[in-house]
């Protein structure tokens, strides 16, 4: 009999390990199940193209997803639970009924879910931006035309989030908890500077501020946002809340099975979680040599070679090739406003921060970040080029100092 | 192969350059230009992995 692959999560990650599994001459059934109805779609225009009203649904669609590669789709179908032991996996249709599927071979990419405001559900209003359903429920009550939206969290998600209502030409506030947006991932200096962007593009930004409660009223028999109350004690009207504090790993169907779980399903340095088991995605942790500690990367690019390592993974293992190693240099980009900020790399915020190429004040620049002589960081503001031409320093190993010579040079 | 850019799709953001600076270069003007629209057989992998990397699914392959 051939082998059967089920992969969990019919998203970046899961579709890529399908396609990779199929022309890499995998010839078993390969079961794709996604708790999500949807055909699989891409998310990162979730939060701009679709949120503006640009892009329609269709446009989105996973190429990958679309092309005749043989795989039996489970949409609307999510996994209860994980029997490593006899290598079978419990899904719950969409009617709720449950069935046991066996597999030779399993892949973990069921991602992350958006983390939510305790106390919030089922309130009208209050929105998250993970999935279609999600971005297409904000827009609808965009395109009412509230007289305000209120977004919590400065993250990226929240950035684009702000970014698209502006564009819509509604009011903003957007809310940090932090002294400065993104100041964990990159630093206080260019949290300033992401700062700016928000202020210049006429967000009412609150910084080191948090949120203490959502007041509502009844609507029509509907518990509905009224305002939110910061903890400053300001209270902010607003028709429309965006909650865009971080994501929670999708790992409770594996609770209990035997995989090693720490904020993601641990891995090793080949994106093997068990004998036969690989995780690619948002939810795959995994030793970086590079950067000497565990990363779980949640970035589009990632998840595309995080899906194809696995699956290679798998064929190795049945052809009994020596596995490879992923440690590639994690790369991002986010659009907010007309700016394009990139980031390749994984600085700490503690990290030396080098403006090598333009200027702050004109919001297009390349900066490099370096731990004593290590290069941990390249960040580019509308700086595409230099970006992608400075990333391939890291695998050439060179020094913090020289790559800033490099950078200059550019 | 052709290499075909829908340059309304196209937001520069030099994926593809990354992977294959020889086809594709992003310059000052932060265009993308590409520097040869029939790659040699000997790019194809390369070629393949710029449209699947390609973030806006800009870049497609022609066979003529
Ligand atoms: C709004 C938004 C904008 C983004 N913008 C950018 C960007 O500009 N640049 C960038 O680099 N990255 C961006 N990202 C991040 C990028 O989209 C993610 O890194 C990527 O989607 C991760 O893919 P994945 O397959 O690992 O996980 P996911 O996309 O989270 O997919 C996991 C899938 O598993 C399914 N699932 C979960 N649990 C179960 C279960 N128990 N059973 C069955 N199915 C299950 C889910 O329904 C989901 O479809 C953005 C993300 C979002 C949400
Ligand atoms: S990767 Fe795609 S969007 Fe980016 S520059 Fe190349 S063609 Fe344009």
């Known amino acids: 009999m051939t082998p ?20 890499q001459g995998q010839l078993g059934p390969i079961v794709v199940v996604d708790a999500d109805p949807e055909r699989p779609y891409d998310r990162p225009p979730l939060s701009k193209q679709i949120l503006t009203g640009e892009w329609e649904p269709e446009k989105i669609l996973l190429p990958a997803g679309k092309e005749d590669l043989n795989l039996d789709f489970r949409l609307g179908t999510r996994a209860k639970a994980l029997d ?17 599927s066996s597999f030779d071979s399993l892949v973990i990419a069921s991602g992350a879910s ?27 009550e965009l395109d009412a035309g509230p007289f305000r939206v209120v977004v919590i969290g400065a993250g990226f998600i929240g950035a684009e989030v702000a970014s698209s209502c502006r564009k819509r030409g509604l009011d903003v506030t957007l809310v940090e908890a932090l002294p400065l947006p993104l100041e964990r991932i990159l630093g206080a200096e260019m949290g300033q500077v992401c700062a700016q962007v928000h202020i210049e593009n006429g967000v009412d930004l609150r910084l080191d501020t948090g949120v203490l409660q959502i007041e509502t009223s009844s609507v029509d028999g509907v518990e509905r946002v009224r ?83 696995a699956a290679r993974r798998l064929l190795a293992e049945a052809s009994g090739e020596t ?88 | 192969m052709r290499i075909v850019v829908d340059f309304d799709l196209c937001e520069s953001n030099a994926v593809c350059m ?15 230009y590409v520097l040869n629209e029939n790659p040699p057989e000997s790019m194809r992998a390369k070629m393949e992995e710029s449209v699947q990397r390609c973030p806006k699914q800009a870049i497609s392959i022609a066979e003529d």
């Open chain 1, 4 to 23: 059967t692959t089920v992969i969990v999560g019919a998203s970046l990650a899961g579709i890529n390990a399908a396609r990779t599994l199929r022309l």
């Open chain 1, 84 to 100: 490593l032991a006899s290598r079978q996996i419990i899904l719950e249709g969409p009617t709720g009924a449950l069935e046991t």
């Open chain 1, 114 to 140: 958006a983390r939510r405001l305790p106390d919030t559900a089922g309130i009208a209003g209050v929105h998250v931006v993970r999935t279609l359903a999600d971005s297409l429920a904000l827009r609808a």
């Open chain 1, 227 to 309: 305002a939110v109350v910061l903890s400053d004690g300001t209270v902010v009207e607003a028709e429309v809340v965006v909650v865009g504090i971080g994501v929670t790993v999708n790992t409770q169907w594996l609770e209990g099975s035997g995989i090693a779980l720490d904020d993601g399903v641990m891995c090793d340095n080949t994106l093997l979680a068990a004998p036969d088991v690989v995780a690619a995605g948002d939810i795959a942790r995994y030793p970086s040599a590079r950067f000497g500690r565990t990363l779980r990367v949640e970035h589009w690019e990632t998840a595309i070679a995080g899906g194809e390592a």
């Open chain 1, 323 to 410: 596995p490879a190693v992923f440690d590639p240099v994690p790369w991002f980009w986010s659009d907010q406003y007309d700016r394009k900020i990139q980031l390749a790399g994984r600085p700490m915020p503690t990290d030396e921060c080098r403006i090598v190429h333009g200027t702050t004040a004109e919001f297009r620049f390349v900066a490099l970040y370096g731990d004593g002589d290590r290069l941990t960081g390249v960040l580019g503001m509308n700086r595409p080029r230099h970006v992608v031409q400075l990333r391939a320093l890291f695998d050439e190993g060179v020094s913090f100092s020289e790559a800033c010579e490099r950078a200059a040079a550019l």
């Open chain 2, 18 to 32: 990354g992977i294959a600076p020889e086809i594709f270069e992003v310059r000052d003007d932060d265009f993308l």
